[in-house]
């Protein structure tokens, strides 16, 4: 039952942090090494059932090879699973030379178009409140990306990964380091850079959540006060400039501040619906009624438009990425490689991750 389970279920689900297909592997890694793990209590699984191990293969190891089974214990399947006829022929295509090549160029490319991008998030004042409303999705992709990289290269490049005495390992191995064109020094320095890049991000986007509701109620409020007072402009009591008195249009600017003022927070789904709404309707009254020939209706208009669009962005504001970005920002995979290898790049990362 618990192996069958492994093999089909999203059971710790973290698919839905990592919804790219390419990263399903990483996003099902902490189940794989469980099942790697629950399939030694029953072996004739390993020796004899090939189709249920090329499943197995085909959904957890397809890209990788080297895994973690908890805090940095790692292990190499090709070793670990020399012994089982089932379980080595179904590695057998993952560990096909083009397909180590095509895993080790597609990762050797990533790290290359990631680094700029990553400094550039980085650079003094680019990571701004409004950016982030407006590229939640993109930046959180970009987090994705580097981390998934970074696991990907640092388990498979690890020296406690490759028995060296193994022929075999040795040349894949290799073959890694060289069609990934391994730079530890780059390796290190994203790592930081993507450190640095999560820890910003969180807690600018702590901040903003702590404030959500108060800015929501605030653009809520501005919305709602300009509308109304359209509406006076329309009834003629309240003198603009060339604007004659519209009993039509005083009635619909009232009937839209009431709809902006009975916008509820706690329903953030319909709220966000019901506010394109409103802000469709604003840029129809425009066009409809031709009211671009006064520049301070138009000034009205397009500031309600405005806080509606901050309306929007606010409540885009959500828990549930922080919780993707803990859960994609996990590092421990990296515990005992970080201590035993690689010590000229990545002896102070302890400190780096103490001090997050």
Request: charged share 25%.
């Amino acid at each position: 039952m618990v192996i069958g389970r492994l093999r089909s279920d999203d059971i710790y689900n973290q698919v839905s942090a990592y919804p790219l297909p390419e990263h399903r592997s990483t996003a099902l890694a902490n189940q794989a090494a469980m099942l790697y793990v629950c399939l030694y209590f029953s072996p004739s699984i390993l020796h004899t059932q090939q189709a249920k191990m090329r499943e197995i293969v085909d959904k957890y190891f397809p890209d990788n090879w080297v895994i973690s089974i908890y805090m940095g214990i790692t292990v190499n399947l090709v070793e670990a699973w020399e012994p089982y006829k089932a379980a080595k022929t179904a590695l057998n295509y993952t560990l096909d030379s083009a397909n180590i090549k095509e895993q080790a160029t597609r990762y050797a490319a990533s790290i290359e178009s990631l680094r700029p991008q990553v400094q550039q998030l980085l650079k003094e004042g680019f990571l701004r409140e409004e950016i982030i409303l407006d590229n939640i999705p993109k930046l959180l992709n970009c987090l994705r990306d580097c981390n998934v990289a970074i696991r990907w290269l640092m388990l498979h490049s690890a020296e406690s990964a490759y028995d060296p005495n193994n022929k075999r390992l040795r040349q894949i191995k290799d073959q890694v380091l060289n069609d990934s064109k391994y730079n530890p020094k780059i390796l290190f320095q994203l790592l930081l850079d993507t450190a640095q890049f999560e820890f910003t991000l969180k807690e600018m986007f702590k901040q903003m959540l702590s404030e959500k509701q108060l800015k929501w109620e605030s653009y809520k409020k501005e919305g709602s006060e300009r509308m109304t007072e359209l509406a006076e402009v329309f009834s003629g009591v309240k003198p603009l400039t060339r604007v004659e008195k519209n009993e039509n249009l005083q009635a619909w600017f009232r009937e839209i501040s009431k709809q902006i003022e009975s916008l509820n927070y706690e329903d953030s789904t319909a709220a966000g619906r019901k506010t394109v709404q409103l802000i469709q309707a604003l840029v129809e009254v425009q066009e409809f009624h031709q009211l671009e020939s006064n520049l301070q209706v138009c000034q009205f208009l397009a500031d309600t438009r405005k806080f509606l669009h901050q309306m929007i962005r606010t409540i885009n504001i959500k828990e549930e990425v922080l919780i993707t970005m803990q859960i994609v920002g996990d590092l421990s995979y990296a515990w005992q490689i970080i201590d035993r290898s690689h010590v000229n790049y990545f002896v102070n990362i302890k400190r780096l991750l103490d001090l997050q």
